[in-house]
């Protein structure tokens, strides 16, 4: 027995009233849950962030000389390759990566849409010209360390790329659905 095909157009103004509020809650819960999966992938790379500020910072605010010669580690070397040690400016980086980090930590615990856009904004700011630099200068690293330049820096220009265009992308979400 095959399945009998139920006709569930509205036929009077109640029951098309009944139809539009189940069709708006369904729209609406898609809309949220749409909302939560992007704040909490937009978390995620928050805290991404904020790990990668926190190392970056810690390392090169209290120990700037060992930072200076063995940053990224591993027996790699990335900053010395650089030019001449310079104390102040290593420092300056690292309180830098320390101020970047304590914001992302705030967007992460308020994920305040306003917040996590100034944020993601920032990193920007520090990320594409970082990366840009770099690209310029690929010419002082062996290929492992090209590659891991390039990934590692790419990726902090894709990742808050990514939050800001999907809390933007949210927003517009849940707007046109009010």
């Known amino acids: 027995m095959g399945r009998m095909w139920v006709d569930r ?3 009077s103004a109640n029951d098309h009233a009944r139809w539009l509020r189940i069709c708006q809650s369904v729209r609406r819960s ?5 909302v939560i999966d992007c704040r909490m ?3 995620a790379i928050l805290v991404f962030l904020t790990l990668s500020g926190l190392l970056v910072g810690i390392w090169a605010t209290l120990f700037p000389r060992a930072f200076y010669d ?3 580690g591993f027996g790699r070397v990335w ?17 830098f990566s320390l101020a970047l980090a304590v914001a992302t ?3 992460v615990v308020t994920m305040h849409a306003l917040v996590v856009r100034a944020v993601a904004a920032a990193w920007l700011v520090d990320a594409v ?11 002082r690293y062996d290929t492992t360390d090209t590659i891991g330049n390039v990934v590692s820096l790419s990726s902090l220009v894709v990742l808050p790329a990514a939050v800001l265009m999907l809390s933007i992308r949210s927003a517009g979400r849940s707007q046109s659905r009010r």
């Open 70 to 72: 063995d940053f990224p």
């Open 105 to 107: 930590v705030f967007a």
């Open 41 to 43: 992938l937009q978390r």
């Open 129 to 139: 010209p970082h990366f840009v630099h770099h690209l310029r200068h690929l010419d």
């Open 30 to 34: 898609d809309v949220a849950t749409h």
């Open 79 to 95: 900053v010395a390759v650089d030019g001449p040690y310079n104390e102040h400016l290593v420092r300056d980086v690292g309180q």
């Open 9 to 11: 157009t509205p036929r």
